[in-house]
Nanobody, 123 residues
Framework: VQLQASGGGLVEAGVFFRIRCLPR????????MAWFRQGPGKERRFVAR????????DYADSVKGRFTISRDGAENMVYLQMNDLKSEDTAIYYC?????????????????WGQGTQVTVSS
């Protein structure tokens, strides 16, 4: 499945923001999904993951309580709602997919990646 992340932009610290991931071809109803991010000069790191049916979610400690991952089967979309944004959330955000009930928290668990969308938080 090909993925396309979108919705990034320049936002102020403390606000809420939402980015989305859309498959370019086939529906991804049977894929587990995740978001990763890569900040300036940093490695790509896990942010959040969601199971095939959306019943299981998991977050990195750095975003727990602030970010929410969700999926909409009708719209065939995966979202990352980001609240209380901080400057350290500035990064390129990537969506990823893998077959199976749920993927891991490392990038090698996923075989399908979007091109990324830039989120820049100004303080």
């Amino acid at each position: 499945v090909q993925l396309q992340a979108s919705g990034g932009g320049l936002v102020e610290a403390g606000v809420f923001f939402r980015i989305r991931c859309l498959p370019r071809s086939t529906p991804f109803s049977h894929y587990a999904m995740a978001w990763f991010r890569q900040g300036p000069g940093k490695e790509r790191r896990f942010v959040a993951r969601i199971s095939q049916r959306g019943s299981i979610t998991d977050y990195a400690d750095s975003v727990k309580g602030r970010f929410t991952i969700s999926r909409d089967g009708a719209e065939n979309m995966v979202y990352l709602q980001m609240n209380d944004l901080k400057s350290e959330d500035t990064a390129i955000y990537y969506c990823a997919a893998t077959e199976g009930v749920i993927g891991g928290t490392v990038s090698t668990s996923y075989h399908n990646w979007g091109q990324g969308t830039q989120v820049t938080v100004s303080s």
